[in-house]
């Protein structure tokens, strides 16, 4: 009978992404041999990397999420723990949104980052590194991670997202006329998906719109809901089930309040239109 070691979770900085090598492995049925052909190395580097005796590299974490189909679990893991630009408290919450069921997304001033063009959301950290509130490496690093956090929009099957966007989102011109041109088109595109609801919060709503600050809504599998907001400094993930069923409540105030899906696609084209008659 082999000898299986188990790991202590809290032994090592990176003993969680060891551990869940090792389970996404067994549940494909690959051997540690099997899984290191796959990837392109040594048995033996499986090994140590599932048992934390040595950090994982970023081409292992990229090909051992192709390879076992996590939905580019292992790569949140491995930035969460090699970089540090991310907000405090962002990773923890990623980590969740990566294997939610349902995101429930509302954005003031910014499109929502799940839904970001790569363009738009350099141009966006370019504009903090402008400010000084941000290094040119910080800001590589969350375009970066943003990047990889939407690979959980292309799990089989994906998640039901719906984004309710302040009208602010669309008329803030991030990174120019063509950046937004392409986002808006983006948002144009995605908008057709079956798992999304896009929808628009005008400026009509004035002091009716119920939040003033982004908020994000998670329903996991067993339907335990989570929440999550951010300050300036840092984020904050709430677990609480009343706090977090009181946030719910208010989104579907906003839901009924906000512009339906066909107003809310017109609006967006009426705004990408008008960046283009701009330029004309």
């Avoid at 003031?108 to 790569?118: A, D, F, S």
């Avoid at 950290?125 to 375009?143: F, M, N, S």
Wanted: glycine share 6%.
């Amino acid at each position: 009978m082999v000898n299986i070691k188990e790991i202590d979770p809290s032994s090592n900085p990176w003993a969680p992404f060891g551990i869940q090598v090792r389970n996404s492995r067994r549940a494909k049925g690959l051997k540690q041999h099997e899984l290191a052909r796959k990837c392109g190395v040594s048995a033996a580097y499986v090994s140590y990397v599932e048992l934390a005796r040595r950090p994982p590299s970023e081409k292992f974490a990229t090909k051992a999420d192709e390879v076992l189909e996590t939905g580019g679990t292992l790569m949140l893991m491995w930035w969460q723990l090699k970089h540090t630009a991310l907000v405090p408290g962002f990773p923890e919450y990623a980590n969740h949104e990566n294997s939610a069921e349902q995101i429930r997304l509302f954005e003031i001033n910014i499109i929502p980052g799940l839904l970001q063009t790569r363009n738009y959301a350099a141009a966006f950290e370019a504009g903090k590194v402008r400010q000084g509130t941000a290094t040119p490496e910080e800001a590589e690093e969350r375009v970066a991670f943003r990047l990889t956090r939407q690979q959980c929009l292309d799990r089989t099957p994906p998640p039901f997202l719906h984004a309710v966007m302040d009208e602010s989102c669309l008329r803030r011109a991030v990174g120019g006329r063509d950046v937004m041109i392409e986002q808006l088109l983006h948002l144009e595109q995605l908008a057709e998906l079956p798992n999304m609801v896009l929808q628009v919060a005008p400026f009509a709503l004035g002091e009716n719109q119920p939040f003033l600050r982004m908020v994000h809504l998670l329903t996991m599998p067993g339907r335990r809901m989570l929440g999550y907001s951010e300050n300036e400094h840092r984020g904050f993930l709430d677990q609480e089930i009343e706090s977090v069923a009181a946030l719910a409540r208010s989104y579907d105030r906003l839901v009924v309040e906000a512009l339906n899906r066909s107003d809310s696609l017109a609006l967006i084209r009426s705004a990408r239109r008008d960046l283009e008659w701009m330029s004309t």
